[in-house]
C-alpha cells in the first residue's frame, strides 16, 4: 500500500524559500523525490508555498519569519498556531501513515503529547542540539517517535534521552544539489564568499577581518535579523538594534565592510545567488558554533566550491581537508587557507557531493527511517497490548 506522509515544514517560510532558509530548501529537495518513490506527501506549511505535493495545508497565510526574533512574549504564539492546526488534520483523518517533522521543540512536544493514537512520527533535528536541555534531556517519547539528526558530530553532542529515541543521521541535501556533476564548470572569481545568516554562531566578523588582512575580496551575502536588504536595514533606524543579530552586525561585522574588499549584498536567491556561489574561489565557514547540519557547505561543494573553515560541528565529516577543502582549528589561519584554496580541484568538490549529498540519496535514507519508525511503533503497539 502507498505511504502517506504528512511533511510538517513549519509556519516561518515557505517552501520552497524566496531566498535564505535551510530547512525549507531541505524539504523543497526531498518532496518531489519521495513522491517520484511513489509516497504520498501532505504537506503542512505556509499559504504562499508552491512546492508540488499530494495536498498542502496551512494555519497562516505567509511565513512568519520576520516575527521570528520578536520578543518572546509576542512570537511564542506561532509555531504552536501551527502545530494545532496539524494536530486537528492528524484528529481529523485517518490516511497519515507517519509524520516527517521539523518544527523545533514545539513539534517534538506536540507530537509526544498526542500519545498513542496519533501516528508514528520523525523528527529531523536541523539545530544545535545542546539547546532545550529540559526537553531533550527528560524526553520520553515511547515507541512512537523518533529523531534523526542532520550529522553523526551533531548527535555524537546530543543528550543521552535525545540520543536513545534516535535512528541515526542523514547529511542534507538542497536544489543546488540536484544534478550537480552534470551543469558546466562555472569560471572562478577572485572573491571568496560567506552564505547564511549574519550572526555570531557564522562568524562573519572573523571571516571579514582575515579576508582584509590577505587581501581576498570577501562577499557576504545572507539576512541581518529579518532584513534582507542593506538599504531596508538603514531604514529601519536605531529600532533595528533591538535585535542581536542587527547589534552583533552593526558593532562587528560592519567596520569591516568597505564596500569594496569586504561588501555585504543582503540575501542572493535562485540564479544570482547560484552564480556567486559557484563563482567564488573558496566558501568561508569561520565558525564559532558547532554547526549541525551545514546545508550551505553541502550546496558550496556541488557547485564546485571549495570550503575553507574552522574544524567545527560536522565540517570534518562533510569535507575532506585537502580535497574538497581547507579545515583548521586555529581561526587565525583561515585567511592563508582562502590564498591556497585555489590549488583545490572544483571538479573534485562537486564528485563529492555527486556521491554523498543528492537529493536521491537524502530520500532514500528518509524512506529506510520511515520504515523503522513505523515498524518501531508496531512493537511498541505489541508491547502495549501483551
Ligand atoms: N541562503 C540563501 N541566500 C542567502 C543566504 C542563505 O539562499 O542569502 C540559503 C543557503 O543557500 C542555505 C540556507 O539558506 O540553503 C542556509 O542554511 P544553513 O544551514 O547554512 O544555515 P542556517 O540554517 O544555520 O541558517
Redesign the pocket.
Known sequence: MRLTVLMNAGPWLSVPPP????IE?VVATLVPELRRLGVRVVLASVGTSTLPADERFSVFPDGQFAALQRPYNQVCGVSQAHLDGVVRQLRARDDIDLVHDHVEAVGLATLAAMGPHAPPALHTLHWDLTKHPELYGNLDAGGRIRVNGVSASQLARAPRALREHSVGHVHLS?P?AVGADRAPLREKGDYAII???INPGKGQDVGARLARRVGVPLVL???VGPYHRPQDLAAAGKEARQNPDVRFFSDEVAPHVDGDLVRWVG???GRE?DDLLAGARAALFPLRWEEP????VV?SLALGTPVVATARGCLPELVEHGRTGLLTDEEEELGELLLAASLLDPAECRREAAARFTPAVMAERYVGLYESVRQGARVGRMRAAA
Do not use: I, S
Request: hydrophobic share 25%; glycine share 32%.
Open positions: 531566498g535564505y532558509g535551510g530548501n538542497t543546488l552564505l547564511g545568516r551575502a545572507g539576512p540575501t542572493v536567491a545567488r547540519g551545514g546545508t550551505a550546496e
